[in-house]
């Protein structure tokens, strides 16, 4: 034990470990883990790799058997659990809404055992629930069976936001809902957290929900080992080892498209000459992939992208390919 | 005299007689229902002692009322205080087990996400696990009560109180005048007795129904 975290790291982990009694193997070993303010990191890895008690740990619900744990720079590895947890949003697969309570009660628990009013805490609960697209006026005085399984799932963010904690821990949060339910929620979440900045580290198997929302992603290998922390693209395009390649699996070209911006290709790349007058207008913030999306579905050459202060600037289909093969050429 | 009149005769004895035994019950099932839920709360984190609690008390059961009553006496004498005592230890089996059997029903998910939000135990316990347990353990309660408005007509072999009494006063007698009478209209009381605390069992769960569970 040795490092401190550097003034930005929200989480910090101090090659923390976790050895069950009665197993060989420890469930994590000598994990070192910094995570950045209003950083949204995924934990993906195969089952049994440690993302989730490396999670676990984070709120304390998995006690480590060495090492430290800091939150926003203080050593919180023996601080009062309760105390630690009422400050950490924790948001799981189940959900485990209380049953017996109204979604307001629900989402205002941990106001309340932070001693907040009644009054202000109805208050909040319907300002969350207008946060997670729900119409307080209907939901606030339902339960929670009386709601479908994505309802419930927003719930569960709007409790885990409720005091307003600086990070987010969530396990397999999409888990449970249907597909098209998920990728609607996650879309959403990914909106939300644009406005509320929070640090959050997620748990997932799935290696494409990783990609589509973690600003980095750590992925585990076999034995708790930490293969690569890294960003979507940079894993994409430059996998750190054959298990990495493995787990990211097939088609990474085609998936990087998604992640590589036309403003990150205008900017790699000379000016061009239009070859064309047959050009789809687009935006610099939209993605490669949908810029092709639009050349091929309307039978165009390229796309017209107009640039502040440069005018507009033309890329053909054949310079668009060449960066999507390519990224790390675009990237660098 | 037919049983009709006999009863109609009585009607003052018999009444007093029911509400006697009523008291006995419900006090006996209050001092059941302490121990029950408290061994269960108390053995949360010992399984294993759980386990051999419910072993124990269960296994108390099969002492035949007869001899339970009667054991209490050079303990505790005659009257109500053997009565209630022997009554207790029949009662807590049901509402132990109920107790357990609710708390580990509770969804764990629930009180997971309860812990991960920073609920200290005794607090998750008091707002999570006991109201979600209630259903489950009230159902102990009542089969309890049922039990023992039963087992309390034995009681009065050491004088204990209740509608025991007129079952053995009319069989010590019988073939003698009304004899038969008196012990049926004991008989009868004791079901009776046990219809109205089904009844009042059935009016406390819809009171005490978590609203929530059943939409």
Redesign the interface.
Same mark, same amino acid.
């Given at each position: 034990m040795s490092d401190s975290p550097s003034p930005d790291a929200m989480i910090f982990l101090d090659e923390v470990s976790k050895q069950y009694s009665g197993q060989d193997a420890a469930a994590v070993s000598e994990l070192s883990l910094e995570i950045k303010r209003g950083e949204f990191v995924v934990l993906v890895g195969p089952s049994g790799c440690g993302k989730t008690t490396t999670l676990r740990m984070i709120?304390r =619900?998995v006690e480590p058997t060495h090492g430290r744990i800091f939150i926003d720079g203080k050593d919180v590895t023996h601080a009062d659990? !309760? !105390? %630690? #947890? #009422? &400050?950490i949003g @924790?948001v $799981?697969q189940? $959900? &485990?809404? =209380?049953?017996? %309570?109204?979604i307001a009660d629900n989402i205002a =628990?941990?106001p309340k055992?932070l001693g907040m009013k009644k009054s202000g805490r109805r208050q909040r609960a319907k300002e969350l629930l207008e946060m997670v697209g729900l119409d307080p006026s209907t939901y606030a005085d339902r @339960?929670? #069976?009386?709601l479908s399984g994505g309802q419930q799932q927003r719930v &569960?963010v709007a #409790?885990?936001l409720a005091a307003d904690p600086p990070v987010m =821990?969530m396990d397999e949060p999409f888990g449970a809902v249907d597909p098209i339910a998920r990728e609607k929620l996650q879309m959403e979440f990914l909106r939300l957290q644009e406005r509320i900045r929070k640090t959050i580290v997620m748990v997932t198997h799935d290696i494409d929900e990783a990609l589509r929302l973690g600003d980095r992603i750590a992925i585990f290998g076999p034995g708790s080992r930490l293969a690569q922390f890294d960003t979507p693209l940079e894993i994409l395009s430059n996998p750190a080892d054959d298990f990495v390649r493995d787990f990211v699996g097939s088609g990474a070209p085609v998936r990087r498209l998604s992640l590589l911006k036309v403003s990150d290709v205008i900017a790699a790349l000379p000016p061009e000459t239009p070859g064309g007058a047959n050009a789809v207008a687009i935006d610099a913030g939209e993605s490669v992939h949908r810029a092709l999306e639009l050349v091929l579905g309307s039978r165009a050459e390229g796309i017209e992208v107009s640039v502040p202060g440069e005018g507009s600037r033309y890329l053909g289909l054949q310079t668009l390919l060449t960066a999507a093969a390519q990224p790390a050429k675009v990237l660098s | 005299m037919s049983l009709v009149s006999y009863m109609e005769d009585n009607a003052g004895n018999l009444l007093f007689l029911a509400e006697q035994h009523i008291e006995l019950v419900l006090i006996s099932v209050a001092f059941s229902a302490v121990i029950g839920i408290g061994l269960a709360l108390l053995t949360q984190s010992a399984p294993g002692v759980r386990q051999a609690l419910l072993s124990l008390t269960g296994s108390l059961l099969t002492i035949p009322s007869f001899a339970l009553f009667a054991l209490m006496i050079p303990v505790l004498g005659l009257g109500v205080a053997p009565t209630v005592a022997a009554l207790t230890v029949y009662g807590i089996f049901p509402i132990l087990r109920n107790t357990v059997t609710g708390i580990e029903e509770v969804d764990p998910a629930v009180v997971e996400a309860a812990r991960g939000l920073g609920m200290g135990s005794g607090q998750r316990m008091r707002t999570v696990v006991l109201p979600l347990a209630w259903p489950v353990i009230l159902n102990g309660i009542r089969t309890a009560t049922i039990m023992l408005v039963a087992t309390a007509a034995i009681g009065a072999i050491v004088r204990g109180p209740g509608l025991g009494q007129l079952i053995f006063r009319g069989l010590e007698r019988i073939g003698g005048a009304n004899a038969l009478e008196e012990a049926l209209s004991g008989v009868i009381g004791v079901v009776l007795v046990a219809l109205v605390l089904d009844l009042l069992f059935i009016v406390i769960a819809k009171i005490t129904a978590l609203r929530g569970l059943n939409v």
């Open positions: 709120n =619900l659990v !309760d !105390d %630690l #947890r #009422r &400050g @924790y $799981i189940q $959900i &485990g809404l =209380l049953p017996h %309570l109204t =628990l941990v055992m @339960y929670p #069976r009386q &569960g #409790r885990a =821990l | -």
